[in-house]
């Protein structure tokens, strides 16, 4: 157990007691010819998520952009949607899903600061949880590990066993020994719920969680939020930046979540 | 088992058969403030690429750019990149590690056609093999598996089981039964010959392999080449792009490679 907290859990506090909110945005601009639903009504991804970071700041804490929808974009223009995050006192993950070996590592977390993100996801398939924990403070990042997916292909981490741990639960156990920031842990209604609690005992006190899958995708955030409250980040992607109006949404969001909180 | 290969893996043997040449090589860009070692003698990534690619093309089949090394970049500079390698005859593949959500690799994959690239590289932690397979094929991409990777701390991959699998051979066993054009296999030195064999046995007659580990970080060739002969990519990397004469360097490592071949 480290005695002092890793910075970026200390920021999300003090976010949340400022903004009253655990909500997390997912602003994945997808192209209109990109795919057949859920898609932005223009060709401009930079000015649609600069719209979206305004419209939803009163109600939201942290946006979390994925690599995946960021590709073709410059530093430039992902350090000008980061300046706006900050300006709008909010936080910024890049959600990468990082999983590679640690000199590799090392540059993206190089790029990760230069593009002004204040954390990122990291996949411990490649078995660094610790190497890219140190390389991620070290450049004052803070680092949430994959460790509960959502998506129901997501059987390794359960069906996967080191000793008689299911996967899931040794990553969990490394991501505490090793002082990362955050656990990516799926909703209940894509997570089961035993698993959750199972999650919750091992993960100790300061551990943040960020829980995606839930608006679009089906997964309810009121169980995971009565256990981890407002060490919760809920990410809330499609149903918010593709509304007609992203800002009363949020706030929805932002109110139903605040009412499963105990803490 | 497919009738038909995929077309990733028949680019490649007719490559492999015009350049005469297993060589893979890794272009990751490393700026002068990056790091301490291995580094570029510029601060222009691009121009540094396009001289490399230039130089080792008559000793190469195949480029691999890693993701971490090229963010920043934008869509027509990359674009820049893989019309260059095309020209000079050659593959291109990008080192991506993708291991998101159903609709988060479709965007990825999206990007990587329109960044011209032939194929690029999966983590299958997130359990979907099948589904990432589907999408790449269907905008003519390959896609290759992490499968048994090359740094020390890859030990969830050998360790983790799944039933009386361990979970590398899982993954193989996916890799075939979904028709996925190569896996990434880390070279002896980095990997057990052992596990080498038991991957030979399970990942049948065409799946490609691309070896990294090999020159700076002390992987040898010599053994995965016997047994793969030109199924195999091996990628060199910062032995070759930061040599002070990369087309002899290029030269020597293919020349290598070549002994070994027995096919």
Not at 113 to 123: I, L, P, Q, V, Y
Request: aromatic share 8%; charged share 20%; hydrophobic share 40%.
């Amino acid at each position: 157990m480290s005695a002092e907290l890793p910075s970026f859990i200390q920021k999300y506090k003090n976010i949340v007691e400022s903004k009253k909110s655990v909500l997390c945005v997912g602003l994945d601009p997808a192209l209109p010819n990109q795919r057949n639903n859920y898609v932005m009504p223009t060709l401009d991804r930079i000015s649609f998520m600069k719209e979206i970071i305004e419209e939803v700041s009163s109600f939201t804490s942290i946006i979390k952009m994925n690599r995946q929808y960021l590709i073709g974009l410059n530093l430039e223009q992902i350090q000008g949607l980061n300046d706006l995050i900050h300006k709008q006192g909010m936080l910024s993950i890049i959600d990468h899903k990082l999983g590679d070996i640690g000199s590799s590592n090392d540059s993206a977390i190089f790029w990760f600061r230069k593009e002004g993100f204040d954390a990122f996801t990291h996949s411990p398939f490649a078995g660094n949880i610790k190497e890219a924990t140190l390389a991620a403070h070290e450049r004052d990042l803070g680092i949430i590990v994959l460790t509960l997916m959502s998506n129901p292909e997501a059987i390794i981490q359960k069906t996967a066993h080191i000793g008689s741990s299911p996967l899931y639960l040794f990553i969990a156990q490394q991501c505490l020994a090793n002082n990362v920031d955050g656990c990516v842990v799926g909703a209940t209604g894509n997570v089961e719920f035993q698993n959750l609690s199972k999650l919750k005992a091992t993960l100790g006190h300061d551990i943040l969680v960020l829980v995606p899958g839930v608006g679009a995708q089906g997964g309810n955030a009121e169980e995971i939020l009565k256990m981890f409250g407002k060490r919760t980040m809920v990410n809330v992607g499609r149903s918010i930046i593709y509304s007609p109006n992203p800002k009363q949404e949020a706030e929805k969001f932002c109110k139903m979540f605040n009412k499963y909180i105990n803490d």
